[in-house]
């Protein structure tokens, strides 16, 4: 594994996050403040989505990681889960070329087997032709779960087998089974809309991340706002369980 548990290493409080994870909530909100349909507030949920991968990538964040539709998400009425799944299609089939043009690398992940085929096969062909992209890596989590996530990752790692003791697995023969192994664990994690809580999005790799919560609905959410988070981010000190006293003595040394 390239990127064992961030618990493990040595904090390096970087100037921007490596990795950003962001649930976009509030679309729906936003809408219906406006006495829109709540469709309304998806399709300008989409044309964030485009600000904040080219805002990323102008600051130099490597991996970004986008929460787009949960397991749970099929308990919404059937219509707007179809409008969802369209407005999935249409923004593969316009924004693909440019991400890719843009050197963007496109990861799309979650329990993908209950799309339709197309769906599917669209998915496929966007992470083959932008698999050699080193400009950032944005990952889309579509029919995700945390849960879902740390499951299938048990069920391959014990299909593996390998454990010394027969029993005993270690966190990274489970880790490098999870759905983002390729990527490192999130430092910075960021929900709009104005909910704080997790959805069942990255259980496992949120262990250590900074947390960021603001009331802005996503489809106001741009550069200036993801700059905020940011800065709040810089503003942390990231222990991951030791001292101030032990970082500030390791930070001499360095
Ligand atoms: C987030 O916005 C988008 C998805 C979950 C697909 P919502 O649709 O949850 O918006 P609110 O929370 O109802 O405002
Ligand atoms: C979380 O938002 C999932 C996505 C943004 C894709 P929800 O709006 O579905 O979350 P809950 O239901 O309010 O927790
Ligand atoms: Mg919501």
Redesign the pocket.
């Known amino acids: 594994m390239t990127h064992s548990s961030s618990t493990l290493s040595v904090p390096i409080n970087s100037a921007v996050p490596r990795h950003i994870a962001i ?4 679309n ?1 909100r936003w809408a219906t403040r406006r006495f829109l349909p709540r469709f309304a507030g998806h399709a300008k949920g989409v044309e964030a989505v485009r600000n904040i991968v080219e805002a990323c990538a102008t600051r130099g964040v490597e991996y970004l990681t986008l ?4 397991s ?2 099929w308990r ?1 009425p059937e219509e707007e889960v179809s409008l969802l799944m369209r407005l999935f299609v249409t923004a593969l089939e316009r924004e693909v070329g440019k991400m890719h043009n843009n050197g963007i690398r496109l990861r799309v992940v979650g329990d993908l087997s209950r799309f339709d085929t197309k769906l599917q096969e669209m998915i496929a062909n966007a992470e083959r032709k932008t698999v050699n992209n080193t400009n950032l890596t944005l990952t889309i ?1 579509a029919n ?1 779960g945390g849960r879902w996530d740390v499951m299938q990752a048990v069920q391959k790692m014990l299909a593996e087998g390998g454990s010394d003791t027969g029993v005993a697995f270690t966190e990274d023969q489970l880790a490098k089974h999870l759905a983002m192994a390729y990527a490192p664990e999130p430092d910075l994690f960021i929900r709009t ?1 104005g ?1 704080q ?1 997790i ?3 990255l259980l496992w790799q949120l262990a250590y991340s900074e947390l960021y919560f603001t009331d802005t609905y ?1 489809p106001d959410f741009n550069g200036a706002e993801l700059d905020k988070a940011i800065v709040s981010y810089q503003q942390r000190e990231r222990r991951f369980g030791r001292t101030s006293e032990q970082l500030e003595k390791q930070k001499k040394a360095s």
């Open positions: 649930i976009m909530d509030g729906g929460f787009a539709f949960s749970e998400n919404r989590c995700y809309g909910e809580r959805s069942n999005f996503w």
